[in-house]
Each structure stands twice: as structure tokens, then as C-alpha cells.
């Protein structure tokens, strides 16, 4: 985990436009673990009705964090917008 978060640190200074963009591209793409089992669907609106885990709490808990600690889109010669706003809010899908 280190190791990736070091590493995603270090590569907007390579390429500042070309990081924001794989970064927004992989948080977009993002599926759960085990999306494609049987039942994984009506198993996860389960969760979410139980308030367990959904989307918005995906979103406070992962994924915020996660580019706030990388700073996403405040690279030097960043000329992407940060991928922070291509999050969908609290209760939203973002589909």
C-alpha cells in the first residue's frame, strides 16, 4: 500500500496531466471486488439498505481521503481539473 501511494505521489511530477487522468479514469472504472459473482448485486443493495457500505460512504471514507493525501490535480503544470470533482456526491450513483 505504501508502495502505491508513494508511487502515485511521485508520477505527477513525470506527468502531471497524463496522472490526473489515469487517476480519474481508475476511480471512475472502479468496481467491487466480486461485482461479476452471481447475486453480488441484490447482495450489495443489502448492505447499502442496512447502511453498512454504499456509495456515499465510499466516497467519504475511500475515496476523498485517499486524493486529498495525494493531492490530486495540484501538480505543477497540472492542467486537468482534480478528480475529486468527478466524484459523485453523497446518494448519487455518478451513472
Known amino acids: 500500500m505504501l508502495f502505491c501511494r508513494d508511487l502515485c505521489r511521485a508520477v505527477p511530477g513525470l506527468d502531471p496531466d497524463g496522472a490526473v487522468t489515469a487517476l ?3 476511480v471512475r472504472g472502479f468496481r467491487m471486488p466480486g461485482a461479476t459473482l452471481p ?3 441484490e447482495r450489495s443493495l ?5 447502511g453498512i ?3 456515499g460512504i465510499h466516497r467519504e471514507h475511500v475515496l476523498l481521503p485517499l486524493l486529498r493525501a495525494l493531492d490530486a490535480g495540484a501538480a505543477p503544470g ?3 481539473p482534480s478528480p475529486v470533482r468527478a466524484l459523485p456526491g453523497p446518494g448519487r450513483s455518478g451513472r
Do not use: K, Q
Not at 46 to 50: E, L
Open 24 to 26: 480519474a479514469d481508475a
Open 39 to 41: 447475486g453480488f448485486r
Open 46 to 50: 443489502r448492505i447499502a439498505a442496512a
Open 53 to 55: 457500505y454504499d456509495l
Open 78 to 80: 497540472c492542467h486537468r
